[in-house]
Nanobody
Framework: QVQLVESGGGLVQTGGSLRLSCTAS????????MGWYRQAPGNQREFVAG???????NYADSVKGRFIISRENAKNTVSLQMNSLKPEDTAVYYC???????????????WGQGTQVTVSL
């Protein structure tokens, strides 16, 4: 069993900051990538940011320069520092990880339960 548990969502005013964290636990053999996606009401889930196990990062154009993704490999944790937040950043944020569990011989995508981020005017 593998679990991804997020924390850190909440309500913030425009221009404010929030920090999301996600920890993967369970029967993990190896983690390749960790990242964040988000889904606003009526929209499809979209990529926000990702980081590989050697620290390479990738960001959606809409968050470049405002969000910073980081990772602690020893703790199987990924964080997303969100600055200069805008109302359009309001969404449920999901942690994602591409990893191989001890029970399989292949890599698979795992998801957290999601955490709400609301940015008010």
């Amino acid at each position: 069993q593998v679990q991804l548990v997020e924390s850190g969502g909440g309500l913030v005013q425009t221009g404010g900051s929030l920090r999301l964290s996600c920890t993967a636990s369970g029967s993990i053999y190896m983690i390749k990538t960790m990242g964040w996606y988000r889904q606003a009401p009526g929209n499809q889930r979209e990529f926000v940011a990702g980081i590989t196990n050697d620290g390479r990062t990738n960001y959606a154009d809409s968050v470049k320069g405002r969000f910073i993704i980081s990772r602690e490999n020893a703790k199987n944790t990924v964080s997303l520092q969100m600055n200069s937040l805008k109302p359009e950043d309001t969404a449920v944020y999901y942690c994602n990880s591409n990893l191989r569990s001890l029970l399989t011989t292949f890599f698979n995508d795992y998801w957290g339960q999601g955490t709400q981020v609301t940015v008010s005017l």
